[in-house]
């Protein structure tokens, strides 16, 4: 489950590569909707979390996860031209967002071989 935050992670550099030769960062944006993907599991957290509430009678992380992915979601859109000009480097805010909870294992922000660009 670790990996999958990690390939969010390559498919949106690899959206947002520009500037290099035979790269078209269109291939990665029409082949996989990042955001949809994490609503996507969003809504299969939450469905787990549902399960495990009639079988226990209490939340489990499912119900957080669910939460932090619905959160987030929004700061994974591939930015358009005119929000490259105005906003800049966003990714900070988007890795460490006001959530309740330990999610320190999916914060990969500082990872040495995913901080660059691409250099993995």
Known sequence: ?????????????LAILKDVP????????ATVDIVHCLEQIAVIAED???????ETGEDSVFGEAAVML???APN???PTIEQE???????????????GGD??????ANDFWLAGPMNF
């Open 70 to 72: 619905r959160a987030t």
């Open 1 to 13: 489950m670790l990996i999958f935050p990690y390939c969010l992670k390559i498919i949106y550099k």
């Open 103 to 108: 999610f320190s294992l999916t914060d990969f």
């Open 22 to 29: 035979g790269w078209d960062p269109t291939i990665a944006t």
């Open 85 to 99: 000009q105005t906003v800049g480097d966003v990714s900070a805010t988007a890795w460490n967002c006001d959530i």
């Open 48 to 54: 787990a979390n549902v399960k495990f509430k009639e």
């Open 76 to 78: 994974w859109r591939v």
